[in-house]
């Protein structure tokens, strides 16, 4: 049988480990995080919860348009519809997906029946004509023929360095070329609706604050209203490592209008240091030289965002069935 070990328990991760899983592959997937999901994360704050990642899903390729479709039919997914939205510098040409109780819903889902660790830092990876051997921080070691990294592009190049697993020069400079941009999310739990109006989301290019969204509005936050900040990637690039309580009231601050400061119980803020690629590798994968197979995949790659990752996932499995098989 073959084995594949996955680094990175996000979107891509999890989609290449489904698809080699049907098809009786034995695969491990690994992930520093207390949860799985990457940017396709909810938190809960009191009785609220929120989506602080990833806000929404578009859906351009047949295979991910019919990963929705059942899932909407298992009640995972719904619409929402943005193309209503009216306020902001820009807007929807139509409505969107997202998780119908958060966007990290989705990740659960397709983690079903697969072997996906959380807490589990690699520290160590090692390849020989048998395969690769990875190590993490807590002792534990896995072998599997392949290997897959869905890790943001830096810390790949940071472990590989520890590793002293080297690459050609023209995959370093692959994975050296992609960037990503910061986003500081700011959660708002409140005593009251905000006055955001429907479909309760803003969009904007300009400015600090480049994103607000009603959770309630949204329909995964009915038990307490709360909202959503995400700040633009220039501010969230010179604001990275500021006092976060001081920057989530001033981009609260900034959005007055739409969230009263009496309306506001708790806040709690997340930095997302690779938020969004904004230079990616132009295929959906790359495949490394190495002695035994080594893909690097994700958001990062392709089309990005969250259905490039998915496509990201896809692909990668899809090169594995057909070299290693």
Not at 38 to 66: P, V
Not at 162 to 181: E, F, M, N, P, R
Not at 237 to 250: E, N, R, T, V, Y
């Amino acid at each position: 049988m073959p084995s594949s070990l996955i680094i990175g328990a996000g979107l891509a991760g999890l989609t290449a480990a489904r698809e080699l899983t049907r098809y009786g592959w034995d695969v491990t997937v690994v992930d520093k995080g207390r949860g799985i999901g990457g940017r396709l994360a909810t938190r809960r704050i009191e009785q609220a919860r929120l989506d602080h990642g990833a806000q929404y899903i578009s859906a351009k390729t047949t295979a991910f348009k019919h990963l929705l479709q059942d899932l909407s039919a298992q009640g995972i997914v719904a619409e929402w519809h943005l193309e209503q939205a009216t306020l902001g510098d820009t807007n929807f040409n139509h409505s969107r997906y997202i998780g119908a109780n958060g966007m990290n819903e989705i990740a659960k889902a397709l983690a079903r029946n697969l072997t996906v660790l959380t807490n589990e830092t690699v520290c160590q990876i090692r390849t020989d004509d048998t395969g690769w051997l990875v190590e993490t921080e807590a002792g534990a070691q896995y072998r599997a023929d392949s290997l897959i990294v869905t890790i943001p592009a830096p810390q790949a190049l940071t472990l590989l360095e520890k590793s002293h697993v080297g690459l050609t020069a023209s995959d370093q400079q692959a994975l050296s070329a992609i960037t990503y941009h910061p986003c500081i999310a700011v959660m708002v739990a409140m005593n009251q609706p905000s006055l955001l109006p429907p479909p309760g989301a803003i969009r904007y290019q300009t400015g600090s604050v480049a994103w607000i969204a009603d959770n309630g509005q949204k329909g995964i936050s009915p038990d307490q209203p709360s909202v959503t900040i995400h700040a633009s990637a220039d501010f969230s690039q010179a604001h990275f490592d500021s006092d976060l309580s001081g920057i989530g009231q001033q981009l609260i601050d900034q959005v007055s209008e739409w969230i009263p400061a009496s309306a506001v119980r708790s806040i709690q803020v997340h930095r997302w240091r690779y938020s969004l690629a904004n230079q990616r590798y132009p295929g959906s994968f790359l495949a490394a030289a190495a002695l035994s197979p080594l893909l690097f995949g994700g958001d990062g790659f392709g089309d990005g965002n969250v259905e490039g990752a998915f496509t990201s996932g896809l692909q990668m499995a899809t090169y594995l069935r057909e070299n290693l098989a």
